[in-house]
């Protein structure tokens, strides 16, 4: 499979409190940032020389939208300019409502984009304040409906949901934000329990007691709720937080995450994976500085922004695709799994394999092991468990 | 030799005797300030964390007396627990006098008195101590008339100290000195000592504590232990003083440690005799009585491949643990381990903290148990301690149960509430008597397996703290006794089962399946807990399954950190137990022992 491209853009007009991405609110820093970031590819060209054939660019966040048309065209002319790309590259731009125009869309897709990401995240006011987002419902609307009127033939919308305090979500009301966002036809929904990550101010705010977020039981039904009507609208449930209308629009580049294959991660705090091979033997991940003026010092000075690197031994690769592979509708296949590790994993699931499927969690078909959409819910415990029999 | 002194301090737990010994080593100033720290006799990690001792400790101080003589004083700190008693007795046989000490405000207690005994036992010449002067609680006169009439000495000649505030401490060294006899033995004679602790040190090999009766003992001679013949080269012989000091020979009266070079664990047997192997002595000293464990558990590795490093680590704990005895045994559910016997529980739980502290190991324990004597209708006889063992109930004719007879210790109006635990524990009041100051000493006929568990902490909460006890065996008598099984979805555990008493099965068969059910946490999928005796299901409990346990997002970096996370929640599983599929954690074994009544 080609490798991916991946470029974070790290500007936000304001942070949300939830968001543990990398991003700034001060914009001044744009032109260094489009300047710099041509000096990265061309430093990334030459320290991967085969890495090229991308056949997904992914502009991700932060919030690219906030770039204008010509800038991403420019970027986009530099990729073509360092790096060997697909005829049939898949070019996605993450949107977030509030930032952008009818006209602003259209100069995207003249750029070169062909597929959006759109943060919907809820299309019910009092969520969206939860969420301390920027934008209201209608904001949002107002993209999905532009979005489609200006010929993108691939949107994805992005959902979050199981939120807590007084908004606090019931089965209802995640049910009719689902709905809502279902009279759009996406081709693609992400839809993410919110998680309260460390370091956070919603998070911060939970610890002080400040609101309740829903428990496990709760959790556990919201997720099977959004699982269930998404499937029964005709959607593919096709990783833990992914949703296809059909094959063909499964998001092709974050499979490559999934299936473990080459990404290239530009701008501060990209990550990039390296599968193996080509002359860089082992297969391993580095992450850049997740910090935009010692990204641009780096670059200033002819320097890779590079902060970290890994390389990942045989344990690590397996427990990897262990996980990334039992987070996905197609499960992890029996023989690739033994050709790459020389283990059974049938043999070494032994009697769980039999516990799992009898409670419907997992099932195996003649040449792989999944998940069931039920078991997708609790895919961490499985694999845990999975790797304590290794 | 008439100028030493061989005692113990011995009291009631919590009385004072650590703290009283940090005053003497500090008093005869063989420690500086800067390394003294609190109860520095308490070396163990668990001894300082639990504020107890738990092994006794010598430590030999060099002081000059009132008389203006140079004076060895070997102290001996014991523990006060009522599982440690062996511990006492050994020190005791290495002595010729005790300090006793008792606490001014909460006067003579059951281990005062237990011990009391045994050092008459041992013909000790006993000095009476009354701690905690400087507390506001402290009744002098009220400790004074206990000792006269409970204990039967004179407390005329009571010391009086505060051992927090340093009072009396003086006082103690000028008794000790003048008052306890100094030890006899013939230092001419061929070696004759006893050996009455050991531990082991990781660069020197097993070094032995020992008391010389008669002879010499130094560097260069060759010794030979008398149980097994085994002959040694001896590197290097010295005393306790906080740390080892080297000296350059040993003698009748006085009490050291030896070197020499012993590789093989199991040479060293406590209460064994040294002497010269070209020169004997003619006859062996008494040795100690053999412990008498009460209750009786299996230890197993939580990973299985830890089994050869347990083996390992129970030699060398048996070491410094001589009232620790063990055999090998299997189990179904948890592979090799070792079925051992306790003083008691805390002594359970010691041996389990300190083989997994010492030694790195990660231990379950099955449920205690204490011994039956199974009689068969073929007339065969049979103990079981393992309910895991339990015999087919047709095949038996009769089952008997160990009896103790508990003597407890409390103020006067704590008797019903001492009565009704006593009988709620299938006991039987034999007697009671009043002692001084409105106390009463109620004596009664306990089941060995109802006072095991948490018999002691029950009477210490029902009489705020002021409740003692200490037991004996007596004997057995017929009971009626079931095995209780537990099944883990389906699965029976032999770890878990119980022998219990039959009117007690189902309340403890209720019980213990709650408590599974706290200890176990959710999983994947429902867990099903029964206890059951025979094919008779008489409790049961259900674990609802996990509903949430994943991730939400997955793409670059989330990747490497979810991983990290796995591998270290992996590493943190290795306490869990897996039965059948459900995982177990160690502390669900000995937690089904606990009750709620
Ligand atoms: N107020 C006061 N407290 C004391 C005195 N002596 C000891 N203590 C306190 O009593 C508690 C128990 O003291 P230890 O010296 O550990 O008692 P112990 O007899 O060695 O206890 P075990 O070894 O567990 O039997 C500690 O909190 C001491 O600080 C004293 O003279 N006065
Ligand atoms: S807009 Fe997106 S990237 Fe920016 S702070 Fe909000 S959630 Fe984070
Ligand atoms: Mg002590």
Redesign the pocket.
């Known amino acids: 499979m080609n490798p991916g491209l991946y470029i974070h853009v790290p500007f936000c007009l304001r942070k949300c409190p939830y968001c543990d991405f990398y991003s700034e609110a001060d914009l001044t820093l744009k032109s260094a940032f489009l300047e710099a970031l041509r000096c990265e590819m061309a430093l990334v060209a030459e320290a991967l020389p085969d890495a090229g054939g991308f056949d997904t660019v992914y502009f991700g966040g932060g919030t690219p939208s906030l770039l204008e048309p010509s800038e991403v065209a420019g970027v986009l002319d530099a990729v073509q300019r360092h790096f060997t790309v697909a005829d049939d590259v898949e070019v996605t731009l993450e949107v977030n409502p509030g930032t952008v125009t009818p006209e602003k869309l259209a100069g995207f897709r003249h750029a070169g984009v062909n597929r959006l990401s759109i943060g919907v995240q809820s299309l019910d006011d009092a969520t969206l304040r939860f969420l301390g987002r920027l934008h209201n419902a209608e904001q949002a609307r107002d993209v999905l409906d532009a979005a489609r009127a200006c010929g993108f033939a691939s949107l994805s919308a992005d959902l979050i949901y199981g939120v807590g305090g007084a908004t606090g979500q019931s089965v209802e009301a995640v049910l009719s934000d689902v709905t809502a966002l279902l009279s759009y036809a996406p081709e693609h929904l992400s839809c993410y329990m919110l998680t309260l990550e460390e370091g956070t101010p919603l998070h911060a705010r939970h610890s002080n007691n400040d609101f309740m977020m829903p428990d496990e039981t709760a959790q556990g039904t919201l997720f099977s709720t959004v699982s269930d009507t998404l499937t029964e609208g005709g959607y593919l449930h096709y990783e833990v937080s992914n949703f296809a209308r059909s094959p063909g629009f499964v998001s092709r580049h974050n499979t490559k995450y999934w299936e473990m294959v080459t990404t290239v991660g530009l701008g501060p705090s990209a990550h990039g994976f390296w599968c193996g091979g080509g002359g860089r033997q082992e297969p391993s991940r580095w992450w850049n500085v997740a910090n935009l003026r010692s990204w641009l010092a780096c670059l200033k000075e002819g320097r890779r922004p590079v902060q970290g690197e890994e390389t990942l031994d045989r344990e690590a690769l397996m427990t990897e695709a262990l996980y990334l592979g039992l987070r996905r509708m197609e499960g992890v296949a029996l023989k690739d799994f033994h050709r790459r590790f020389a283990v059974d994993l049938v043999s070494v699931l032994g009697g769980l394999f039999g516990e799992l499927e009898e409670q419907g969690l997992m099932v195996r078909s003649s040449d792989a092991i999944r998940l069931t959409r039920r078991g997708f819910a609790v895919a961490d415990g499985i694999v845990l468990r999975l790797l304590q029999a290794l | 030799m008439k100028h030493i002194r061989n005692f113990s301090i011995i009291?009631?737990?919590?009385?004072?005797?650590?703290?009283?010994?940090?005053r003497l080593i500090q008093e005869t100033g063989i420690i500086s300030d800067r390394d003294f720290k609190?109860?520095i006799l308490?070396t163990m990690d668990i001894e300082r964390e639990r504020?107890?001792?738990i092994k006794s400790q010598t430590v030999s101080l060099p002081y000059k007396a009132k008389d203006g003589n140079e004076y060895v004083l070997n102290l001996i700190?014991?523990?006060?627990?009522v599982d440690f008693t062996y511990e006492v007795s050994r020190a005791l046989a290495s002595c010729e006098g005790a300090l006793l000490?008792v606490d001014a405000s909460q006067g003579v207690e059951a281990q005062t008195l237990a011990n009391l005994y045994l050092a008459m036992e041992h013909d000790l010449e006993i000095i009476p101590v009354i701690?905690?002067?400087?507390?506001p609680s402290a009744e002098v006169d009220w400790v004074k008339g206990q000792i006269d009439e409970d204990l039967g000495l004179d407390s005329q000649a009571a010391i009086l100290?505060?051992?927090?505030?340093g009072?009396g401490i003086v006082d103690v060294l000028e008794a000790a000195v003048t008052l306890l006899p100094p030890p006899e033995g013939d230092p001419d004679a061929p070696l004759k000592a006893v050996i009455f602790d050991s531990h082991y040190d990781p660069y020197r090999g097993t070094v032995v504590h020992f008391r010389v009766f008669d002879g010499t003992i130094k560097a260069g001679d060759t010794i030979k232990f008398m149980s097994n013949d085994a002959s040694y080269k001896v590197e290097e012989v010295g005393v306790f003083q906080i740390v080892r000091v080297p000296r350059k020979v040993i003698s009748a009266g006085e009490v050291g440690y030896l070197i020499a070079g012993i590789k093989t664990v199991s040479d060293t047997r406590c209460g064994d005799t040294i002497t010269h192997l070209r020169r004997e002595c003619e006859t062996i000293v008494a040795g100690f009585k053999d412990p008498t464990p009460v209750v009786f558990s299996s230890i197993y590795p939580v990973a299985s491949d830890d089994y050869e490093e347990l083996i390992v680590a129970m030699e060398k704990l048996k070491l410094n643990d001589a009232s620790l005895i063990y055999e090998k045994d299997s189990s179904a559910a948890l592979g090799f381990g070792f079925r051992c016997g306790f003083l008691g529980l805390l002594h359970l739980e010691v041996v389990q903290e300190r083989l997994e502290r010492e030694y790195g190991l990660s231990l379950i324990l099955t449920a205690p148990s204490v011994q039956y004597e199974v009689e068969f209708h073929t007339g065969a006889e049979e103990i079981i301690d393992n309910p895991a063992l339990y015999p087919d109930p047709t095949t038996i004719k009769r089952t008997s149960e160990p009896f103790i007879k508990a003597a407890i210790i409390v103020p006067e109006r704590y008797m019903g509430a001492v009565m009704k635990l006593c009988l709620d524990r299938r006991g039987m009041s034999v007697n009671y008597q009043y002692l001084t100051n409105s106390r009463m000493e109620m004596v009664f006929e306990l089941p060995l397996a109802e006072v095991v568990y948490d018999f002691y902490d029950k009477l210490k909460s029902i009489t705020q703290g002021y409740g003692s006890f200490d037991y004996e065996l007596v004997g057995y008598k017929e009971t009626d006794l079931v095995k209780l099984d537990f099944l883990i979805n389906g699965e029976k555990v032999d770890a878990l089962a119980q022998l219990v008493h039959k009117d007690r099965s189902v309340s403890r068969g209720r019980i213990a399946c709650a408590k599974l059910k706290e200890e176990i946490p959710r999983q994947m999928f429902k867990v099903a807990i029964q206890g059951a005796i025979g094919a008779k299901v008489v409790s049961r409990e259900t674990i609802s399954a996990y509903r949430k346990d994943v991730t939400a997002k997955c793409y670059g970096g989330d990747i490497s950190r979810k991983r990290k996370l796995l591998e270290k929640q992996k590493k943190g599983k290795k306490r869990m137990k897996m039965v059948g599929q459900v995982e177990i954690p160690q502390s669900a074994f000995l937690a089904v022992l606990k009750s709620d009544d």
């Open positions: 009291a009631h737990i919590d009385h004072g005797k650590s703290t009283l010994s940090d609190d109860q308490d504020g107890i001792t700190d014991t523990p006060g627990h000490i701690n905690k002067i400087d507390l100290t505060s051992a927090k505030n009072i």
